[in-house]
T-cell receptor, first 109, second 115 residues
Framework: EDQVTQSPEALRLQEGESSSLNCSYT??????LFWYRQDPGKGPEFLFT???AGEEKEKERLKATLTKKESFLHITAPKPEDSATYLC??????????FGTGTSLTVIP | GAVVSQHPSRVICKSGTSVKIECRSL??????MFWYRQFPKKSLMLMAT?????????EQGVEKDKFLINHASLTLSTLTVTSAHPEDSSFYIC???????????FGPGTRLTVT
C-alpha cells in the first residue's frame, strides 16, 4: 500500500539552530517527490520537486535531498519567518497527490 | 509562477443552505483541477478530480451528491456544498494542473463555517 509519512510531527528550533525534516515513502514507481510550505489559513506553496535518488535542490536556507526510501528537508540557520508547516507529497497518477501529514516548524527568535 | 485563485476566501452559512466555491487558474489553462479538504492540523485529503467537460471523479467516501463539482471551462471549476451541516466546516483547497507543463498549483483555500 502506498504511504507517505513525515516526522517529526512538530519541531521547535531556536533561531540559527539547523535541523532536518523527514519524509518516508513506500510508493511503487515513484514519479517525483514534492515539498510544499503551508502557512496557517493558506494553500500550499511549492518549494521543490525531486525525481531520482541522490538528487538535491536548494533554495535559500532550505535543501531537499532524496534517497530510494525517504527525503529530507534540511533547514540551515532558520529564521522565525521559516515557521510554517512543511508538507511532502507524491503523485499517484493523473497528477493527483498523496500528501504526508506534515511537520509543523516553529522557529523561536 | 502560475496563480490559482479561490473565491470566497471565507464563508459562513447556516445549516441546510448550499455554498459555492470557485477555483480559477488565472494565467494558464487547466484541463484538470483537484479539490482537497483539510482539517485543523491535518494534511490535505483529496476529495475529487475535476476534468474539463466531463464528470468529476470522487475519492472513496466522498458523497458526490453532497459535493457537486463543475468544470465548465479550462480556467474555472466550482465546488458546491449542498445542504451544508456543521461537520462540513473545513478548509477547502483547490489545485490546477497546467495542461502544458503538467505542474500543479494550489489555490489559497476557502474557510467554510457552517453554523
Amino acid at each position: 500500500e502506498d504511504q507517505v509519512t513525515q516526522s517529526p510531527e512538530a519541531l521547535r528550533l531556536q533561531e540559527g539552530e539547523s535541523s532536518s525534516l523527514n519524509c518516508s515513502y513506500t510508493v511503487s514507481g515513484l514519479r517525483g517527490l514534492f515539498w510544499y510550505r503551508q502557512d496557517p489559513g493558506k494553500g500550499p506553496e511549492f518549494l521543490f520537486t525531486l525525481y531520482s535518488a541522490g538528487e538535491e535542490k536548494e533554495k535559500e536556507r532550505l535543501k531537499a535531498t532524496l534517497t530510494k526510501k525517504e527525503s529530507f528537508l534540511h533547514i540551515t540557520a532558520p529564521k522565525p519567518e521559516d515557521s510554517a508547516t512543511y508538507l511532502c507529497a507524491v503523485p499517484l497518477g493523473g497528477n493527483q497527490f498523496y500528501f504526508g501529514t506534515g511537520t509543523s516548524l516553529t522557529v523561536i527568535p | 509562477g502560475a496563480v490559482v485563485s479561490q473565491h470566497p476566501s471565507r464563508v459562513i452559512c447556516k445549516s441546510g443552505t448550499s455554498v459555492k466555491i470557485e477555483c480559477r487558474s488565472l494565467d494558464f489553462q487547466a484541463t484538470t483541477m483537484f479539490w482537497y479538504r483539510q482539517f485543523p492540523k491535518k494534511s490535505l485529503m483529496l476529495m475529487a478530480t475535476s476534468n474539463e467537460g466531463s464528470k468529476a471523479t470522487y475519492e472513496q467516501g466522498v458523497e458526490k451528491d453532497k459535493f457537486l463539482i463543475n468544470h465548465a471551462s479550462l480556467t474555472l471549476s466550482t465546488l458546491t456544498v449542498t445542504s451544508a451541516h456543521p461537520e462540513d466546516s473545513s478548509f477547502y483547497i483547490c489545485s490546477a494542473r497546467d495542461w502544458v507543463s503538467h505542474e500543479q498549483y494550489f489555490g489559497p483555500g476557502t474557510r467554510l463555517t457552517v453554523t
